[in-house]
């Protein structure tokens, strides 16, 4: 599963987030950063206001948190909905000893991998070059582990 580090990453690189069913997110809070909330039309859902989208947290008894302001959360994208975003430019996903490595199409037309512990941080740090280079016109690289 991605961290925090990594989601707020992928926020800072540009990556926007409109609230569906099934989507994983955190309270970034003392206390709570362990605790992985899931977006579902039962219990957790999001309710549009001009003020902006509100979290709703629905018969929720342990809670004394009704709601929370989207802006406040750290979304963690799902390994399926990362390989979405990168599109086109997908080529492949390999297991390492270790890990994983993802290769991904350049916007300049070669190639470079992103691994990582996991295939999901893998297809994050690809994502994050990808929104990078997009936004400064150039060409991402891969990291180390958050």
Same mark, same amino acid.
């Given at each position: 599963?991605?961290?925090? *580090?990594? %989601? ?24 709570? *950063? ?45 390994? *399926? ?7 086109? =430019? ?17 916007? =300049? ?5 992103? %691994? ?5 941080? =893998? ?20 990291? =180390?582990?958050?």
């Amino acid at each position: 599963m991605l961290t925090i *580090e990594l %989601a707020r990453r992928l926020a800072d690189a540009g990556l926007t987030w409109q609230p569906a069913s099934g989507d994983r997110f955190v309270v970034p809070v003392d206390g709570m *950063e362990q605790d992985v909330f899931v977006i579902s039309d039962l219990t957790v859902d999001v309710h549009h206001f001009s003020t902006g989208d509100v979290i709703g947290f629905n018969g929720t008894t342990e809670w004394a948190l009704d709601s929370v302001e989207q802006a406040k959360v750290v979304w963690l994208p799902r390994e *399926e909905q990362l390989r979405d975003l990168l599109g086109d =430019a997908f080529v492949s996903l390999e297991q390492l000893d270790g890990g994983y490595a993802v290769t991904v199409v350049t916007p =300049a037309g070669g190639t470079e991998r992103h %691994a990582d512990i996991d295939a999901e941080r =893998a297809y994050a740090r690809a994502v994050v070059a990808r929104l990078e280079a997009d936004s400064s016109g150039g060409a991402g690289g891969s990291g =180390a582990p958050d």
